[in-house]
């Protein structure tokens, strides 16, 4: 049990590492959340946006800079998790494969890409719940960090596998970038007439949606809309650890790893066979061989054609 703890706390650190290292990631936490939300509340005008929130039935009437400010929180904790994790991914990818192939558990490097990954969004989700709140107060903070916590989680993960099968960098920032902005944009009753449409339920970030947009503006139990993000973080959290076992699997073909030797200069039995053999079997290959009659007009080595 003590093993498996520290390798869980090495992997756990070394992921943590990576992230700490990433400071454009930690600038875009401290300065892009509170300005975006900022913002929001400043520039967008506060008459009531009324919209049904398809998670309850209920109609809500919130001002439209404080509708703006929970749906630019969401957009600003997935576009965050998601770079952060695809970043981790994509530039720790060879460490990990390197790890794995030594011998390292693959457990313990998902588990502690795990744990790196939710105190990530813990702390991105808190934050953003507290520049939200900082001009007013959402009906249920806690709930709506929890929502934020959530669809964080869901584009962590999805920042996993993006990094794990895209090769190139600008093609896994603009993949998170182009679905994050659709995902809320589409869900945001300012910007969308069809925000109650059917077709936003298969979105990656509905259920976060419903829930923030209940916990802040109603005291409406958020459940429903926690549970559909559940099954969202979950498919994602299944992808990730898929694509993340395939990218760091041996390479070796089974036949290869059953004739290597170990490192102690043995054979395996094939091998220990035929190296203890090997004199005797030569041997008789040429004795028992029958012996070759040179074909006519065929030049034997050493002797010189008439």
Not at 154 to 161: D, I, Q, R, S
Not at 206 to 211: E, F, K, L, R
Not at 232 to 254: H, I
Request: some cysteine; charged content about 15%; proline content about 6%.
């Amino acid at each position: 049990m003590r093993r498996h703890w520290s390798l869980f706390v090495t992997a756990s650190r070394y992921a943590l590492i990576g992230h700490a290292r990433n400071r454009f990631a930690m600038l875009l936490v401290v300065v892009y959340i509170p300005v975006w939300i900022a913002l929001a509340y400043v520039t967008i005008p506060d008459r009531p946006a009324p919209f049904r929130l398809r998670a309850t039935g209920e109609v809500l009437t919130p001002p439209g800079n404080h509708l703006t400010q929970i749906t630019g929180a969401l957009n600003a904790v997935t576009l965050i998790a998601g770079f952060m994790m695809f970043a981790a991914t994509f530039t720790g990818g060879a460490f990990d494969r390197r790890l794995a192939m030594a011998g390292y558990p693959r457990h313990h490097l998902v588990l502690a890409k795990l744990s790196a990954l939710t105190l990530v969004c813990a702390a991105v989700a808190v934050y953003a719940t507290a520049a939200a709140g900082f001009a007013w107060s959402p009906r249920q903070p806690l709930m709506l960090a929890a929502a934020l916590f959530c669809a964080a989680l869901t584009y962590g993960a999805l920042g996993v596998v993006f990094g794990s099968v895209l090769r190139r960098e600008v093609e896994g920032m603009f993949a998170i970038l182009m679905i994050s902005i659709i995902d809320v944009a589409l869900q945001n009753p300012l910007s969308s007439s069809g925000s109650d449409s059917a077709v936003v339920r298969f979105l990656p970030s509905y259920g976060a949606v419903q829930a923030s947009m209940s916990a802040a503006f109603s005291t409406a139990p958020v459940a429903k809309g926690l549970a559909i993000q559940l099954l969202w973080l979950l498919g994602a959290a299944l992808a990730a650890f898929m694509v993340f076992r395939r990218r760091t699997r041996d390479a070796l073909p089974p036949e290869r790893k059953r004739r290597t030797p170990d490192r102690s200069g043995g054979a395996d039995e094939d091998g220990g066979a035929e190296a203890n053999t090997g004199t005797g079997a030569h041997a008789d290959a040429e004795t028992d061989a029958p012996a070759r009659t040179p074909e006519r007009g065929a030049v034997t080595p050493g002797v010189r054609p008439n």
